[in-house]
């Protein structure tokens, strides 16, 4: 409030007031660009510092080391995650993951670091050297239940693997896809009750029959032989159905040969695959 003088005096004390606080904001203003300008520079210095440590991370990533005979399975470090939870999601210890990742600090990883989870690669990773493997024997016969043969995977590997398969077959990758997470939910490490494997499901005799075909041994608790021997077999039920989605969706599930005998009998499954198809279709 201001002081109102009485008649005859001047109004000095009004005067005196508004004079000082153009003072104090003429002050006031430069010191207010001042701070803003330290603000500004301390935000600077801390981007470029969390930059630095990302590409630490990023080198520290591309910088892993599985150990002899070990591939990588690579994780994405979401908000929350420990070593501690994510070797226990892949069945190993939070000191091997930090050894191979070259971690100092078991206690301090960050969101969107990239991991390495080794895995064990099997003699017969690589298809067609006739060389046997933990899931297949010397004379070409596929394991049953041969959980200790499995190799581990994430759904990003899976996706990216079936769409190279796709374009490989040249086959729609929507049903390539859609018959995968229909099958196992896109996840190579799992057995069913009835023997089907990894991300295709396939029953042993269906892989050494598809081996046999073919001339390549693959084995089907590998991801990418898994996947090469479903989408194989797919490609022939394509050719012999003639691009029918129906029947050759029914073929994979319950056998070629019963759907000419004795036609679709399991629509449930087909019109889960179509209703994925679509959901599919842009991915």
């Not at 630490?56 to 070990?70: D, F, K, M, V």
């Not at 396939?202 to 046999?212: H, K």
């Not at 050719?239 to 036609?263: P, T």
């Amino acid at each position: 409030m201001e002081y109102v003088p009485v008649q005859g005096t001047k109004p000095t004390l009004t005067q005196k007031t508004t004079d000082s606080g153009k003072q104090n904001r003429r002050w006031f203003v430069p010191r207010l660009r001042l701070s803003k300008n330290i603000v500004l520079l301390v935000c600077s210095a801390v981007l470029l510092f969390s930059s630095f440590v990302f590409s630490q991370n990023q080198h520290s990533a591309q910088a892993a080391n599985p150990g002899t005979g070990n591939g990588c399975i690579w994780y994405t470090v979401h908000q929350g995650d420990t070593l501690s939870l994510i070797g226990g999601r892949y069945h190993t210890s939070y000191w091997t993951l930090a050894q191979v990742n070259a971690i100092r600090n078991v206690n301090l990883i960050f969101v969107n670091q990239q991991l390495c989870i080794p895995y064990r690669l099997s003699s017969g990773n690589q298809s067609g050297n006739g060389r046997s493997s933990s899931g297949v024997l010397a004379n070409g016969t596929v394991r049953w239940y041969a959980y200790d043969a499995l190799q581990w995977s994430t759904r990003s590997q899976v996706s990216t693997l079936l769409h190279r398969a796709a374009a490989m077959y040249g086959l729609p990758a929507n049903l390539l896809l859609a018959i995968a997470w229909e099958e196992s939910g896109w996840t190579q490490h799992v057995i069913a009750w009835d023997g089907g494997i990894g991300v295709m499901q396939l029953m042993p005799l269906t892989a050494m029959g598809l081996n046999n075909q073919t001339g390549i041994r693959r084995d089907p608790y590998l991801l990418w032989d898994n996947i090469l021997l479903g989408t194989t077999y797919l490609r022939s039920l394509w050719n012999g159905f003639h691009g029918n989605l129906a029947d050759l969706i029914s073929g994979y599930n319950e056998g070629g040969w019963a759907v000419i005998h004795r036609g679709i009998f399991n629509w449930r499954y087909v019109n889960n695959v179509l209703s994925l198809m679509r959901t599919f279709r842009y991915s």
